[in-house]
């Protein structure tokens, strides 16, 4: 029997094998391992505060362009499953409260942005619990505020335009910077305020020059501008002067000053003087010459504001008669005296006739109509409620309460 001869075999050769192969599974080891660590400290690692801190934080106005490692490309929708009719909503979300979320419609966020975009920053970021809505830098781009009642339509509610105009309930801001459109039954603005001494509304003009800027402007084409109404204190309050350019109805008037005698301490009051003519008053004093004549001169547009003239003489100083000698003619009336150098106090008054009292006679007696038959302007001074008040029967809804103190009086409204 024979054999075959054996070879003998190089133990340098068995070495150069087992090195070289664990040399490769060393390499294969680093690769994954590097690859793990790296997967997890992007997705879990949560930084320390005193970590966060160092790293600059967001800002708003930022130039934000991604980088290609960073981001994940998503060609369709992103969709999450729901938790149910009752479960939790589902979450995006940070790891702390440090920085911030961006959501932009454009490939990069700018200072003059190429579309719309929603930032949220945290309590501890450079722009603490701070919400940004930003629009494009278009002149056309808005913040457009939609809702939708059940079984509605979605319509637009509110609206910011590219030049910081707001419109609610309407998409025509060109008027205003805030304008408020209500085209149904309920107030357009309601100003509350429970402060003892703030204001509900206040508006400023702090124009230097002119006289067209306005404060505060109400407006109707048929009904009531501005209304204000008080049980116990004033419904309204003029600081300075006041211009009306059309009819002013009233319960009653007077004139209010500080009290000649004592003006630190005391007022003092007069009534109006009231007339059913829209009536205007002249008077003064004369003396007739050595003929007992005087003649008494009026404005020069005296007879062209007034018609229907009476005349008062009175004597002063002396028994004496008096008559008007001649009545008014070229804005003159003559006086006669039965006796020279009399003194005579005179009073002459006249209805107007000019273009605008003859449209606007004051109806001295009319019926009440409608709803205000039976109801009082002021019912308390015929021992009637309240809800006999004429103010408030012109709308069956307009009794209402204040929504911070529903517990408060009803105030009414025409």
Request: hydrophobic share 35%; aromatic share 8%.
């Amino acid at each position: 029997m024979t054999t075959s001869p054996i070879k003998p075999i190089r133990l340098s050769q068995q070495l150069d094998k087992l090195a070289a192969q664990l040399i490769l599974a060393m390499l294969c080891g680093l690769l994954l391992v590097s690859s793990s660590f790296a997967q997890v400290k992007r997705t879990e690692q949560r930084p320390t505060p005193e970590a966060a801190t160092m790293e600059k934080p967001p800002d708003p106005n930022e130039t934000v362009t991604p980088s290609p490692q960073d981001s994940q490309v998503v060609d369709g929708d992103i969709i999450f499953t729901s938790p149910g009719a009752f479960g939790y909503a589902r979450d995006i979300r940070l790891s702390d409260n440090f920085g911030g979320l961006r959501f932009y419609g454009a490939d990069s966020l700018t200072t003059s942005p190429a579309g719309a975009a929603i930032q949220f920053f945290g309590n501890n970021a450079s722009f603490p619990g701070q919400l940004y809505l930003d629009s494009g830098a278009d002149n056309s781009a808005a913040l457009i505020f939609r809702t939708a009642q059940t079984g509605g339509t979605i319509s637009e509610r509110m609206r910011v335009t590219a030049n910081g105009q707001v419109g609610i309930g309407t998409t025509d801001t060109a008027s205003g910077t805030l304008r408020v459109v209500n085209n149904g039954t309920l107030d357009g603005v309601i100003g509350v305020t429970d402060s003892l001494v703030g204001y509900a509304v206040w508006g400023i003009d702090n124009s230097s020059v002119g006289t067209d800027s306005v404060g505060v402007r109400g407006e109707s084409s048929s009904g009531i501008g501005v209304e204000g109404q008080s049980l116990d204190g004033l419904a309204g309050r003029f600081v300075g002067d006041v211009s009306v350019s059309g009819t002013l109805t009233k319960g009653g008037g007077s004139f209010k000053i500080d009290h000649p005698l004592d003006p630190a301490n005391r007022y003092l009051s007069h009534s109006f003087v009231e007339s059913p003519d829209m009536m205007n008053i002249y008077n003064g004093n004369i003396t007739t010459d050595a003929k007992g004549r005087a003649v008494v001169t009026m404005p020069d547009y005296f007879t062209a504001l007034n018609r229907d003239f009476r005349y008062q003489l009175t004597v002063i100083g002396q028994f004496a008669q008096a008559v008007v000698f001649s009545e008014i003619k070229g804005n003159r009336f003559v006086i006669k005296t039965n006796k020279p150098s009399v003194k005579v106090s005179w009073q002459v008054t006249g209805v107007r006739q000019d273009a605008y009292a003859e449209a606007h006679r004051i109806q001295v007696e009319e019926e009440k109509q409608g709803v205000e038959r039976g109801d009082y302007i002021h019912p308390e001074l015929f021992n009637q409620p309240a809800t006999k008040r004429i103010a408030g029967v012109r709308s069956p809804t307009s009794r209402k309460t204040t929504p911070t103190a529903a517990a408060r009086r009803t105030v009414t409204k025409r």
